[in-house]
T-cell receptor, first 111, second 111 residues
Framework: GQQLNQSPQSMFIQEGEDVSMNCTSS?????WLWYKQDPGEGPVLLIA?????ELTSNGRLTAQFGITRKDSFLNISASIPSDVGIYFC???????????FGTGTRLQVTL | DAGVIQSPRHEVTEMGQEVTLRCKPI?????LFWYRQTMMRGLELLIY????????DSGMPEDRFSAKMPNASFSTLKIQPSEPRDSAVYFC?????????FGPGTRLTVL
């Protein structure tokens, strides 16, 4: 099925550094969501964005819904070891709550 | 709320056997989704239901896969007969709008 392009695929950073990842699509989306998946668990919702240009924060996380409605980014400030995991973007394009998921960004944090 | 509940968490079976995965969505949610996750293909949507009715099963790999939702609080995904290439983590998710909440997944290994 269709997938969103996420970049980077993986990141290795030191504790305390800021992280930035993004998601792009050839299609317009009405809603963007960012999820985090810990090993052995299901994806957990981090942030939901509902309109173009929206900038939303959740603690150290900040996400934006691109003005073109074809992209979104997620920033993590002052990373800590528990930020380790896989981050997925997901877009909803008007088909009855059906989401299209990105390929994921694997984040590793070293001390 | 208890969140989405899936059982079993782990399943090991032999090729040719029938496998049944179970899901209890969050109470009040009217959408239920079944996903499969593998390293090669990422998160794939298999099928989803709205108000217990299957809406889109285009992601179901083949006739060996079937899903049912007999009531608002229970769904099953059945594989019969199972094959080694079905080995993956299967997730159930539920939603009321565009925000999907995932269960912890069932890790299926077919020998």
């Amino acid at each position: 099925g269709q997938q969103l392009n996420q970049s980077p695929q993986s990141m290795f950073i030191q504790e305390g550094e800021d992280v930035s990842m993004n998601c792009t699509s050839s299609s317009i989306f009405n809603t963007w969501l960012w999820y985090k998946q810990d090993p052995g668990e299901g994806p957990v919702l981090l942030i939901a964005l509902y309109k173009a240009g929206e900038l939303t924060s959740n603690g150290r996380l900040t996400a934006q819904f691109g003005i073109t409605r074809k992209d979104s980014f997620l920033n993590i400030s002052a990373s800590i070891p528990s930020d380790v995991g896989i981050y997925f973007c997901a877009g909803e394009g008007g088909t009855a709550s059906k989401l299209t998921f990105g390929t994921g960004t694997r984040l590793q944090v070293t001390l | 709320d208890a969140g989405v509940i899936q059982s079993p968490r782990h399943e090991v079976t032999e090729m040719g056997q029938e496998v049944t995965l179970r899901c209890k969505p969050i109470s009040g949610h009217d959408y239920l989704f079944w996903y499969r996750q593998t390293m090669m293909r990422g998160l794939e949507l298999l099928i989803y239901f709205n108000n217990n009715v299957p809406i889109d099963d285009s992601g179901m790999p083949e006739d060996r896969f079937s899903a049912k939702m007999p009531n608002a609080s229970f769904s099953t995904l059945k594989i019969q007969p199972s094959e080694p290439r079905d080995s993956a983590v299967y997730f159930c998710a539920s939603s009321l709008s565009y925000t999907q909440y995932f269960g912890p997944g069932t890790r299926l290994t077919v020998l």
